[in-house]
């Protein structure tokens, strides 16, 4: 039996060279950086890897060089939507064929669909496909996954074995959790709305994919790390830290160039997007790198490769998040 989807996946930054085509040797020396740093697992395709961006031979060839490099050192979630079900039970084929451990599908975008016809979408592939699928909720971008049709997609089809929730809403992974684990223990929960990742774990989710991670691994994997080890102040204080760095990179210009700017930071120019920007854009976007810079400098895994406490005296600002983090886990333990 396959060990259930758990840790923080990376919905990795697709890199492009200077002519706007897949970088093949910066993809795989990212694979190997990520890795080393602590990543429990890849998720090529993903939105942060600008899917939608790219023809299906490339997402193709995005998958081949990224199972490749990592020859199975961490398990691969891979990103499969296509623009039918026919193709996307091509792509899922194809992918576990690669050796992807699972592939992550979103609900069906553009068309909005009423539960009844969310449910049929997934039924249909998750019934001809050969390799193991996780449900994909981003209601911003695509018809929403309510509670009932997880459930019912749980009970019904074996090869679906988990969501990603991108949803942010704490109520609703709780609503889906008390739902479906008596049914399927094996069935796993993701969270893929980093600012909400340790109250996700908190209430029983199994992990995440957290764009973050791609800039910032060893944060994303201390965070899980503290979770599972039930040091909950510990992981509380971690997630402080990453909420503004979060919505700092989110907020820049055209998502997800925030991210590549972060990444940028660290060492990796990983090529424009290909969503071209405004000289507006551009500016705001390098005004908003060095702000990213900043914050970034402030942790000490820059200088070296682990996470720890500055080692310079609490700021009135370290006060403020001790006592943030007292007042929230005192309300979370009286629920």
């Given at each position: 039996m396959k060990q259930p989807l758990a840790g923080?996946?990376?919905?990795?930054?697709?890199?492009?060279?200077?002519r706007g085509r897949l970088d093949e040797d910066k993809l795989r020396a990212y694979v190997d950086w990520l890795i080393e740093h602590g990543?429990?697992?890849l998720y090529p395709n993903g939105s942060?890897?600008?899917?939608?961006?790219?023809?299906?031979?490339?997402?193709?060839?995005?998958?081949?060089v990224v199972v490749?490099?990592?020859?199975?050192?961490?398990?691969?979630?891979?990103?499969?939507?296509?623009?039918?079900?026919?193709?996307?039970?091509?792509?899922c084929d194809t992918y576990g064929a690669l050796g992807c451990r699972a592939v992550a599908i979103v609900a069906p975008f553009y068309y909005r669909l009423a539960p009844d016809g969310v449910f049929a979408y997934?039924?249909?592939?998750?019934?001809?496909?050969?390799v193991d699928v996780t449900l994909y909720n981003i209601p911003l971008f695509a018809s929403p996954i309510d509670v009932p049709t997880v459930k019912r997609l749980a009970?019904?089809?074996?090869?679906?074995?988990?969501?990603?929730?991108?949803?942010?809403d704490i109520p609703h992974m709780m609503r889906m959790i008390s739902e479906v684990r008596p049914l399927r223990p094996d069935f796993s929960f993701l969270t893929g709305w980093d600012v909400v990742l340790v109250p996700m774990l908190l209430v029983g989710a199994d992990g995440g994919t957290n764009a973050t991670s791609g800039v910032v691994p060893e944060l994303t994997r201390a965070i899980y790390e503290a979770c599972k080890a039930l040091q909950w102040d510990r992981a509380m204080q971690l997630q402080y830290r990453l909420l503004p760095l979060f919505d700092a990179m989110l907020s820049t210009v055209e998502f997800p160039e925030g991210f590549r700017r972060?990444?940028?930071?660290?060492?990796?120019?990983?090529?424009?997007s290909r969503q071209p920007l405004t000289p507006q854009q551009t500016t705001a976007a390098d005004v908003a790198?060095?702000?990213?810079?900043?914050?970034?400098?402030?942790?000490?895994?820059?200088?070296?490769?682990t996470i720890a406490p500055p080692s310079v005296a609490p700021d009135a600002s370290d006060e403020v998040i001790d006592r943030i983090v007292s007042e929230v886990l005192a309300q979370l333990r009286s629920n």
């Open positions: 923080i996946f990376t919905p990795n930054i697709t890199p492009l060279d200077p990543v429990h697992g942060t890897g600008e899917f939608v961006r790219f023809t299906p031979e490339e997402r193709r060839r995005v998958i081949e490749d490099q990592t020859r199975d050192r961490v398990p691969i979630l891979a990103g499969a939507a296509e623009a039918n079900v026919s193709e996307t039970i091509r792509a997934f039924k249909e592939i998750a019934d001809r496909v050969s009970q019904e089809c074996p090869r679906i074995v988990g969501i990603k929730d991108s949803s942010g972060g990444a940028k930071i660290r060492g990796w120019d990983l090529g424009q790198q060095r702000k990213i810079q900043e914050m970034l400098a402030q942790f000490e895994f820059l200088q070296s490769k």
